[in-house]
């Protein structure tokens, strides 16, 4: 297995304090490697290690097989980066900020100009592409600053909650746009507070917290391996939810229960499996009826906030 990127023991301090604490992973060469984690978690640290805009305290790091330290100046050349404060040029418009920003990568000039029009109509940039930077809003900008970084053909796409500040229809055309690059070979470290995002996008996902890795998977095997809490739902045939609350309580102590709509109820639970039997057996003591039942999987959030926990 060839890895575009490798970490081994990466430790980084400012002063007294570990941001990054032993860290290790690889990703592979044209996958989408998610990193989550809480906020200080040491993710952003970690990335600008990986980026070279700070050197580590210790450990290694090698990116297309090259150490990040001895060949900084050509690792910067083969890879893009968007961190999370979106900005540009505060004196240039939007679209002459993207062709400016083509030219640096030597990108020529028919090129430049046609690929800056691809990523205006790409990213729904027309209706301000002449317009500045302190004039667009805090998404606007981060549009732009995303798609800046495909005005040139990276290998490795660093993206530090790239969504953040977007709306749902832009930030599924971003997911979608990096997708059809991953498909042509790119290779994409992502993070993000949005499971959602994560599970749509990335082939593996590592979680840090407190400067330390807890685990790394594919998203399925992060819910079989950590998913411990699963959902019950129970649809009612004729009963009320409120009338069948007293024969459900005393069972589902100390789980979640919601109850979604009329009719419908919803518990989450370690012991979903068993608690289920107990409910179906009382429910039918009881002469309640039951339309529908099923037991769903946790949600990448849920095996997230219970991996977390777990730390804390």
Same mark, same amino acid.
């Given at each position: 297995?060839?890895?575009?990127?490798?970490?081994?023991?990466?430790?980084?301090?400012?002063?007294?304090?570990?941001?990054?604490?032993?860290?290790?992973?690889?990703?592979?060469?044209?996958?989408?490697?998610?990193?989550?984690?809480?906020?200080?978690?040491?993710?952003?640290?970690?990335?600008?290690?990986?980026?070279?805009?700070?050197?580590?305290?210790?450990?290694?790091?090698?990116?297309?097989?090259?150490?990040?330290?001895?060949?900084?100046?050509?690792?910067?050349?083969?890879?893009?980066?968007?961190?999370?404060?979106?900005?540009?040029?505060?004196?240039?418009?939007?679209?002459?900020?993207? #062709? =400016?920003?083509? /030219?640096?990568?030597?990108?020529? +000039?028919?090129?430049?100009?046609? &690929?800056?029009?691809? !990523?205006?109509?790409?990213?729904?940039?027309?209706?301000?592409?002449?317009?500045?930077?302190?004039?667009?809003?805090?998404?606007?900008?981060?549009?732009?600053?995303?798609?800046?970084?495909?005005?040139?053909?990276? #290998? =490795?796409?660093? /993206?530090?909650?790239?969504?953040? +500040?977007?709306?749902?229809?832009? &930030?599924?055309?971003? !997911?979608?746009?990096?997708?059809?690059?991953?498909?042509?070979?790119?290779?994409?470290?992502?993070?993000?507070?949005?499971?959602?995002?994560?599970?749509?996008?990335?082939?593996?996902?590592?979680?840090?917290?407190?400067?330390?890795?807890?685990?790394?998977?594919?998203?399925? +095997?992060?819910?079989?391996?950590?998913?411990?809490?699963?959902?019950?739902?129970?649809?009612?045939?004729?009963?009320?939810?409120?009338?069948?609350?007293?024969?459900?309580?005393?069972?589902?102590?100390?789980?979640?229960?919601?109850?979604?709509?009329?009719?419908?109820?919803?518990?989450?639970?370690?012991?979903?499996?068993?608690?289920?039997?107990?409910?179906?057996?009382?429910?039918?003591?009881?002469?309640?009826?039951?339309?529908?039942?099923?037991?769903?999987?946790?949600?990448?959030?849920?095996?997230?906030?219970?991996?977390?926990?777990?730390?804390?």
């Amino acid at each position: 297995m060839e890895l575009c990127v490798h970490v081994s023991d990466l430790r980084k301090s400012y002063g007294q304090v570990r941001a990054v604490d032993g860290v290790s992973f690889g990703v592979e060469y044209g996958r989408v490697f998610g990193f989550l984690g809480p906020n200080g978690a040491g993710k952003t640290t970690t990335i600008k290690v990986l980026t070279t805009l700070v050197h580590p305290s210790s450990g290694t790091v090698r990116i297309f097989g090259k150490d990040i330290v001895k060949h900084q100046r050509e690792i910067k050349k083969r890879i893009g980066v968007v961190l999370q404060e979106p900005s540009f040029e505060a004196n240039l418009t939007v679209e002459r900020a993207l #062709e =400016l920003y083509g /030219l640096m990568w030597s990108v020529p +000039g028919e090129k430049r100009r046609d &690929r800056a029009r691809e !990523l205006i109509e790409k990213f729904d940039l027309a209706s301000f592409k002449s317009m500045k930077n302190d004039e667009l809003s805090i998404g606007q900008r981060r549009r732009v600053q995303v798609a800046r970084e495909f005005m040139h053909d990276s #290998e =490795l796409l660093f /993206l530090d909650e790239p969504t953040m +500040g977007l709306d749902p229809a832009a &930030r599924r055309t971003l !997911l979608d746009y990096v997708n059809k690059h991953v498909q042509g070979g790119l290779t994409v470290f992502f993070t993000t507070h949005i499971m959602e995002e994560a599970e749509y996008l990335c082939d593996e996902i590592a979680i840090i917290n407190k400067g330390r890795m807890i685990a790394t998977d594919t998203p399925a +095997g992060l819910k079989q391996k950590y998913g411990g809490v699963k959902a019950i739902e129970i649809k009612l045939k004729d009963s009320t939810t409120q009338s069948v609350m007293h024969i459900i309580r005393p069972i589902a102590s100390g789980s979640v229960i919601e109850t979604p709509a009329e009719g419908t109820i919803r518990i989450s639970s370690t012991e979903a499996q068993e608690m289920l039997v107990k409910i179906i057996v009382s429910l039918s003591k009881n002469s309640v009826q039951i339309e529908s039942v099923s037991v769903n999987p946790p949600t990448l959030e849920e095996v997230f906030l219970s991996v977390i926990g777990k730390q804390a």
